[in-house]
């Protein structure tokens, strides 16, 4: 029986040694700009790869008409500033082909503002668009840009900035993207396109994640990067880089409702056409690891296509606002059905208490309170087992050669005092999914990134710098190990004595919110446990 308790807490320590190598690998720094990065100039231009026919926007040939491309260095583009963005547009295909998100740091420089769209810094990570049809401009085609930069003045509520390209008619086709204030969806309007083309909007990235993750994860921990598609009929469905570079992608290609998007770590960008007009999505491999996911829409009668570009954080709150769906792009791995209730309880203590840290302790408490009945029963069998504890070292003195006879007395010993070996694990068996669920949370949302605590902690979502709390972690995770009975083998009793120095060297390298909640865990199941133990001690005595 004490080798079955002992088993659970290997698999414990296990799991945490899988989730301390997920995060070390997490937590190195992305490639630097000279690294293994695609090159524009590696891109090929005639990798395109047709895409099935879906018979409500068009044939096989509109799909495959969506030209291949990306924007070559040293080609003319104007910035763009905002409250929430800093954008740089190119003439080459009028697209955004740079995006800092303003408000959010760079994961290694803090005094940078995050890059999203990026044209071969760390990454390639354009949004495209242009009309599919004879003569028509695309993001080939070269765009007359409004002159110099333009930014969103005090008081103003949107910015308007519009482009033009010729078209083969001797006509001229407009691309205008409206920015507004406090709002991180840009508007994409085309006019002037001929009667029966169709508009493109697209997203092209290299298929590095933005940050660097193991791959080898047990339990999967790894955030998603890719693209992925949504549609009323068919609901979310990610589809992986590797399937599309063997052409075994599988999603909707054809809806009236919907969006494509490319999503990664903490952000995401998404294509969203209202309304219920008939869309093609598309994807495909359009240079060396280079991929390009988009949707194709019939052009009004009047020459004219809209849609939203949504691009910035995955903020959950704000993403269901935004689009049907959209708040799916947050990567809980498998443990969503935990991982989701654990976040919204968060979300409603932070918004009480107005700090991460807190609502993290205060999610303790409530954990706590739920489970009250479960651990008081498992510590006060782990407290009858303590009584017992010198009983067992005779019956190990006098049956040790005997392993059989020795088992029958000490089971017949734990069914005359009424107690249950097993009892002990249930805490440890609880807490399990909920740590592993809490861990997709400080590693998938957004919300936690650089969110302070206290003090010295100014980012729950990467380790202590001082390692304060994994030190006191350890500490109360040493008592919690004096309280507990001691096992009868030498050898059991020495491999517990040494779990609290194991578990602190793993959560050195953990999440702050992760160590603060496991530290409060522990605090109150030593308040708990030394109460109970002390009020059977007591019984016993009498």
Same mark, same amino acid.
């Given at each position: ?6 088993i ?6 296990f ?5 301390w190598?997920?995060w070390?690998?997490?937590s190195?720094?992305?490639?630097a700009?000279g690294?293994?990065a695609?090159t ?7 990798s395109?790869?047709?895409?099935p026919n879906?018979?409500?926007?068009g044939?096989?040939a ?5 030209p291949?491309a990306?924007?070559?260095?040293g ?14 547009i ?6 955004i ?9 760079d ?8 890059v999203?769209?990026d ?12 009309v ?9 085609t070269e ?6 930069d333009?930014?969103?003045?005090d ?8 482009l ?6 001797g ?7 409206v ?6 969806q840009?508007?994409v309007?085309?006019e ?8 493109y909007?697209?997203?092209t990235?290299d ?8 791959s080898?994860m047990?339990?999967?921990v790894?955030?998603?990067?890719g ?18 570079l ?5 999603f909707a290609?054809?809806?009236d ?10 952000f995401v ?7 219920t007009t008939?869309r093609?999505?598309y994807?495909?491999?359009?240079g ?11 052009v009004?009668?009047?020459?004219k296509?809209?849609?939203s ?6 903020e ?5 606002? $935004?689009?049907p769906? +959209?708040?799916? !792009?947050v ?7 935990? #991982?989701?209730? =654990?976040? *919204?309880?968060l979300?409603a203590?932070h ?7 807190w609502a ?5 408490l ?12 498992s510590?006060?069998?782990m407290a ?8 067992l070292v005779k ?10 006879r020795?088992?029958q ?24 999914? $909920?740590?592993i669920? +809490?861990?997709? !949370?400080?590693?998938?949302t957004?919300?936690m990134?650089? #969110?302070?605590? =206290?003090? *010295?902690?100014h980012?729950l ?24 009975p001691t096992?009868p ?12 120095i194991m ?6 390298f953990?999440p702050?919110?992760l160590?603060?909640?496991?530290t ?5 199941s ?5 109460q109970i133990?002390r009020?059977?001690?007591a019984?016993?005595?009498?």
């Open positions: 029986m004490d080798n079955r308790r002992l659970l807490l290997l698999v414990f320590s799991s945490l040694i899988m989730l190598d997920a070390q690998k997490q190195q720094p992305k490639l700009a690294g293994t695609t524009v100039g590696a891109v090929a231009s005639n395109a790869v047709p895409v879906v018979s409500a926007v044939s096989a509109v799909t495959a008409a969506v291949v990306v924007v070559a260095p080609v003319a583009s104007t910035r763009i500033r905002t409250d929430l963005y800093v954008a740089d190119s003439a080459q295909g009028g697209d082909i740079r995006l800092e998100l303003v408000g959010h740091p994961t290694e420089d803090k005094s940078k503002n995050f999203l769209f044209n071969g810094g760390q990454h390639i990570y354009l949004a495209q668009s242009g599919i049809g004879d003569g028509m401009p695309n993001h080939k765009w007359k840009l409004a002159p110099g333009l930014s969103l003045k008081g103003e509520k949107q910015l308007e900035v519009r033009e390209a010729a078209a083969a008619s006509g001229k086709v407009a691309k205008t993207y920015f507004h204030r406090g709002s991180y840009i508007d309007r085309h002037g396109a001929a009667a029966g083309a169709h508009a909007y697209q997203i990235r298929g590095k994640p933005a940050e660097v993750q193991g080898s047990m339990m999967g790894t955030t998603f990067t693209p992925a598609v949504f549609t009323d009929a068919e609901k979310y469905q990610k589809v992986e880089f590797a399937d599309i063997k052409g075994k992608a599988k290609q054809k809806a409702s919907g969006w494509v998007a490319m999503v990664q770590h903490y960008a998404a294509w969203l056409p209202s309304g008939p093609e999505f994807m495909r491999k359009v060396e690891d280079l991929y390009s996911a988009g949707v194709i829409l019939p009004a009668a009047d020459g296509s809209s849609v570009l949504y691009a910035g954080p995955q959950q709150d704000k993403l269901e606002k $935004v689009a769906g +959209l708040d799916l !792009v990567d809980y791995g498998w443990l969503t059905v935990i #991982a989701a209730p =654990l976040f *919204w309880v979300g203590i918004k009480l208490t107005g700090n991460w840290g993290i302790i205060g999610l303790t409530l954990l706590k309170l739920a489970f009250f009945p479960l651990s008081a029963a510590y006060k069998s009858k087992m303590r009584v017992l504890t010198p009983k019956l190990k003195e006098a049956y040790g050669d005997d392993k059989q020795l088992n007395e000490m089971m017949a010993l734990y069914k005359k005092e009424k107690v249950n070996p097993l009892g002990g694990c249930l805490p440890v068996l609880v807490q399990i999914p $909920v740590f669920a +809490l861990y997709w !949370v400080l590693l998938g957004v919300e990134r650089n #969110a302070p605590w =206290l003090g *010295w902690i980012d979502s990467v380790k202590d710098p001082f390692y304060v709390l994994p030190l006191i972690m350890g500490a109360t995770m040493f008592i919690q190990t004096k309280l507990n096992p083998d030498p050898i059991q009793a020495k491999v517990m004595l040494f779990m609290p578990f602190t060297g793993m959560f050195l953990f702050a919110g160590v603060l909640y496991w409060v865990n522990n605090i109150l030593i308040a708990q446990q030394w133990t009020l059977v001690e019984g016993e005595k009498k």
